[in-house]
Structure formats: C-alpha cells, structure tokens
C-alpha cells in the first residue's frame, strides 16, 4: 500500500501545492484506492498520476470547507462520463449528502454507478474484511473529523512441511486450515488449522487528520500508528493565528506525533504563503520536536 498527496496547499491553491486532497492506493489487498478529501481540481491532479477513477472504491471527507469538498462534483460527474459502473461510497460529515446531491441536480448532472453517501459521526465508519476505519472529532470551526484506518491483523505461515509429513496433502485441506477451520481427514482423523499456523502479522495503522488546532483527541486517533498525516499549516512564531483559525503549527503538529506514539509523520496542508525555498525551514521546525518527520509536496508517494 502506499499514499499519494494529490493537493497539499491550504485555502488557495498555489504555484506548487493543490488543495487537499489523499489517495491510499491498497495495492497487496486489493485493487482499488480510496480518497481523503477532495478539494477543487483534484480530478486535474490525478489525470497526472495512474490513478483511475472507476477503482475509486471510497471517498472520506474531513470537513465541507470548499478547500476538501469542491472538487467532488467534477470527479464524479467525470467517473460516470467514464463508463465506471463501480460502487463508490462518500463518508463525511452532515451536510455532505445535501452538498453532493444539490450540486449534481442543480447543475443537470447525474451519475451512473450506484453512489452511497454516508454522514458521520465520531464513531467506526466502516469495517470490512480488510480494514477498519474509525473518525475522531477535530478542533475546528465547523464539524471536522480525523480518520483511523487499521488493517486487521493477518493469519501467521501455515507449516506446509510438517502437515505434509503427518501424511495431509497439499490441497483443499491446506487452504481451510489456513483459515484456523478444523477439517477431518479421508482417514479420520480430524485436525485443528490453529495447531498449524504460525503467530498472526500485525496489520499496518494510519492516521489522516483533518484541519485542527491541538485536540486530546490526537493521541487516541494517532495511538502507535505506523504513520501520522498531520496538518502544519503555519511556522512556529504564528502559533496564535494558527489555532485561533483552528490549525496547528509545524511543532504542534510534530509534538502530537511524539504524544501519540507514532512511529512516522507525514506533514501537509501548508499555507500558500511558503513556498518550495521554505520548505527546509518548516521541516527542520518539525524535526526538533519529532525526528522521524516527512513533508508532502504534490504527486509525493509514501510506502506503508
């Protein structure tokens, strides 16, 4: 699996940064991305990358401030223009259902895949047999969420030899005992999967915040993940006007990774004030704090 920061300005988009917008492509699980906002001209910014629309599997929005949401319109008008007869589901707070289908019907639009628009609350959003994602309310001036997303653990290496020298030929039989199912023998012998399977893989964690100023609530959405994506909006010397507009500063945001007990942080949402000279800058403001700090720049591709 990987991310890939398709906008990563904040408010206006700039020279260098696009608004929000997140794709976690979920390539060794299965065929198919998933998307964290969606501020406007995402569907540009994708047309430069291989992603492809009609794999679009879920769509999780933050917050309905324009710089996540005003994209969206255009990316699923142009996935149904597509020919993708796919099922995608948006999740977002309330408002976002009015927002999508108000805009669709108010601009003579419509869209052919069967689309499910879930609103939210700080609860699980979805489990399936892959991953579950949880949302955590943010601090922010209107209802804004951050998104937890755990893969479920994986069953440990079933021991093919040993089965195999207890007299079990590969087969059927090897793929239910995987599974931990017990199965019985032509002989009769009956045998349990667990007796057999290794100790369980630990699935990767990630958490994708929305816009907020420091909230408690961080270190439980963030709890020992394996990587933290954060907003660091503004420097250090403008803490004030950073939180009184409900955004965190680059020591906030690293201070946060260090609380929770993240193994990585993966900064973003700049202002369009910095530019790439700045960089360097806001990094190493980061890094004082938490060392094992990254920033994202636009089409920044991040291994999990």
Same mark, same amino acid.
């Given at each position: ?6 906008? %990563?300005?904040?408010?206006? /988009?700039?020279? @260098?940064? =696009? ?11 299965? =065929?198919?991305?998933?998307?964290? !906002?969606?501020?406007?001209? %995402? ?15 879920? &769509? ?12 969206? *319109? ?16 948006i999740y977002g707070p309330v408002g976002i259902k009015t927002f999508v289908e108000n805009t669709l019907s108010l601009s003579g639009s419509w869209v052919t895949f069967p689309l499910e628009i879930v609103e939210i609350g700080a609860r699980e959003v979805c489990n399936d047999e892959h991953f579950?994602? %949880? ?7 209107? @209802? ?15 021991? $093919?030899?040993?089965? +195999?020298? #207890?007299?079990?030929?590969?087969? *059927? ?10 199965? +019985? ?6 045998? =349990? ?14 958490? &994708?915040?929305? !816009?907020?100023? /420091? ?12 990587? +933290? ?8 010397? +403008? ?22 007990? $993240? ?5 973003? #949402? ?13 990094? $190493? ?8 700090? @990254?920033?994202? #720049?636009?089409? $920044? &591709?991040?291994?999990?």
């Amino acid at each position: 699996m990987h991310l890939q920061f398709l906008g %990563t300005g904040a408010g206006t /988009p700039s020279r @260098e940064r =696009n608004v929000t917008s997140i794709a976690l492509d979920l390539q060794g699980v299965r =065929n198919a991305t998933w998307l964290f !906002d969606c501020g406007e001209g %995402t569907q540009h910014q994708i047309l430069r990358t291989p992603i492809k629309t009609g794999k679009i599997e879920k &769509i999780f929005i933050t917050h309905l401030h324009g710089d996540h949401i005003f994209g969206l *319109p255009g990316l699923l008008t142009s996935r149904s223009m597509n020919g993708s007869l796919k099922p995608l589901t948006i999740y977002g707070p309330v408002g976002i259902k009015t927002f999508v289908e108000n805009t669709l019907s108010l601009s003579g639009s419509w869209v052919t895949f069967p689309l499910e628009i879930v609103e939210i609350g700080a609860r699980e959003v979805c489990n399936d047999e892959h991953f579950r994602v %949880t949302a955590w309310l943010m601090s922010h001036p209107v @209802e804004c969420y951050g998104y937890r997303i755990d893969e479920h653990d994986k069953p440990g290496a079933l021991d $093919a030899a040993r089965l +195999m020298a #207890h007299g079990v030929p590969a087969g *059927p039989y090897f793929y239910d005992l995987k599974h931990g199912h017990s199965v +019985m023998l032509d002989d009769g012998r009956t045998l =349990n999967g667990w007796d057999y399977v290794g100790e369980s893989v630990k699935g990767r964690s990630l958490a &994708i915040f929305g !816009d907020t100023a /420091p909230t408690a609530a961080a270190q439980q959405l963030a709890a020992d993940v394996d990587v +933290m994506v954060h907003e660091a909006t503004l420097e250090i010397a +403008m803490e004030e006007k950073a939180n009184s507009r409900g955004h965190s500063t680059t020591a906030q945001a690293a201070q946060m990774a260090q609380e929770s007990g $993240a193994k990585r942080l993966i900064i973003t #949402h700049l202002s369009s004030r910095y530019l790439r000279h700045d960089s360097e800058r806001l990094l $190493a403001e980061c890094r004082a704090v938490f060392a094992a700090t @990254e920033m994202a #720049h636009d089409f $920044a &591709i991040f291994q999990l």
